[in-house]
């Protein structure tokens, strides 16, 4: 279990860090980090991939960002983190929709809400399936979600899937029922087009005509949403 504390207070930090390991034993393998803003943070944006949950504070002490930032650039490299806002105010509620929160907690109740909310995260993520798994001439195989870059329709017979480590793989199926199937699985896809699937957290540039993922370039259709 890796979990990530954005605070701009060391006191705070601190306590957050005490209330985590709690709630989790040596079993979890549990992993804390911690940054106080939010530039900080960025220069380790390698490690985003592995955040299953992220205590972000809202009111960061810098110019022009705050936890709900932060929130949106962890959920660019890995949608399937889950996000726990901590604050002191309460009239954010507009701008957390778009960071996709999955607790918001007030600073006075952290000692009673925080661990349950990070037991609630435990058991979302325990249910949430992290491989995907597929046939191919009658063998069964499985592929992290995490290392899928993209799958895209060659013919009326095959989707073929792009990994991080450069290699391809097929499988009979059609697109509409691969996105029914990652639907399931709760794991965030971009449908950007009849023909692709992209991971978002591979995507390299986008506008709103074209993104670029793994060198590729793929314009966006009608048929682009998010699959959640």
């Known amino acids: ?15 957050i860090r005490n ?30 991939r592995d955040i299953d949950i992220a205590c972000l ?6 110019d022009g960002c705050n936890g709900i930032d932060a929130a949106k650039r962890l959920k660019i490299f890995n949608g399937h983190t889950l996000i726990i806002f901590i604050t002191v ?8 929709v778009n960071a996709e929160p999955f607790r918001f907690i007030l600073k ?20 949430c399936p992290n491989d995907f798994a597929y046939k191919f001439k009658r063998k069964e195989y499985k592929e992290s979600m995490d290392d899928i870059m993209y799958f895209w329709s060659g013919d009326h017979r095959y989707v073929y899937m792009r990994l991080y480590d450069g ?8 697109m509409d029922e691969l996105e029914e199937e990652l639907r399931k699985l709760r794991y965030i896809f971009i449908r950007a087009s009849k023909s692709y699937i992209v991971n978002p957290i591979y995507i390299e540039w986008e506008n709103e005509e074209f993104l670029i993922i793994s060198g590729l370039e793929i314009k966006k259709t009608l048929y682009y949403h998010t699959i959640k």
Not at 19 to 47: G, P, T, V, Y
Not at 108 to 127: G, N
């Open 1 to 15: 279990m890796k979990i990530l504390i954005l605070d701009d207070e060391f006191p705070v930090i601190r306590k």
């Open 19 to 48: 209330i985590i390991k709690e709630c989790f034993s040596a079993q979890d393998e549990l992993k804390i980090i911690h940054f106080i803003d939010i530039k900080e943070m960025l220069k380790h944006a390698i490690w985003f």
């Open 57 to 62: 504070d809202i009111n960061l002490q810098c």
């Open 89 to 96: 105010h309460t009239d954010y509620y507009k701008e957390l």
């Open 108 to 127: 006075e109740e952290l000692h009673k809400e925080l661990p349950i909310a990070l037991q609630d995260a435990r058991r979302r993520l325990e249910r």
């Open 167 to 174: 290699t391809t793989k097929k499988f009979i199926a059609q």
